[in-house]
């Protein structure tokens, strides 16, 4: 069974930090691009970052340039997302997905992703 679950969301103040972590099992993690998306009330799901299966591509939401920085551990099957001077628009529930291609040409499209995790939280307090 497919399973990727992120965590790390609460509730901080702007201007401080948080580090999401997506968890993934029942597919093969190495060969998965995997994404970052966000959903704020009453918006649509837009993302956020993403990183190809090979880590070598990142690709980042204008907004969260250099304030949010993706990473992978293959050996864990997990992907981190560390959010750096956090905005009150940046409060959403943060989803994670998988990507079988491994790369894709429009790497915050929602459509490109296969498989989706529950979500979590993150209130940023201004």
């Known amino acids: 069974e497919v399973q990727l679950q992120a965590s790390g969301g609460g509730l901080v103040q702007a201007g401080g930090s948080l580090r999401l972590s997506c968890a993934a099992s029942?597919?093969?993690?190495?060969?998965?691009?995997i994404g970052w998306f966000r959903q704020a009330p009453g918006k649509e799901r837009e993302g956020v970052s993403c990183?190809?299966?090979?880590?070598?591509?990142?690709y980042y939401e204008d907004s969260v340039k250099g304030r949010f920085t993706i990473s992978r551990d293959n050996a864990k099957n997990t992907v981190y997302l560390q959010m750096n001077s956090l905005k009150a628009e940046d409060t959403a529930v943060y989803y994670c997905?998988?990507?079988?291609?491994?790369?894709?040409?429009?790497?915050?499209?929602?459509?490109?992703?296969?498989?989706w995790g529950r979500g979590t939280l993150v209130t940023v307090s201004s």
């Open positions: 029942g597919f093969t993690f190495d060969d998965y691009a």
């Open positions: 997905a998988a990507d079988s291609t491994g790369y894709s040409d429009y790497p915050l499209s929602p459509y490109e992703y296969d498989y």
């Open positions: 990183l190809s299966s090979s880590g070598r591509s990142t």
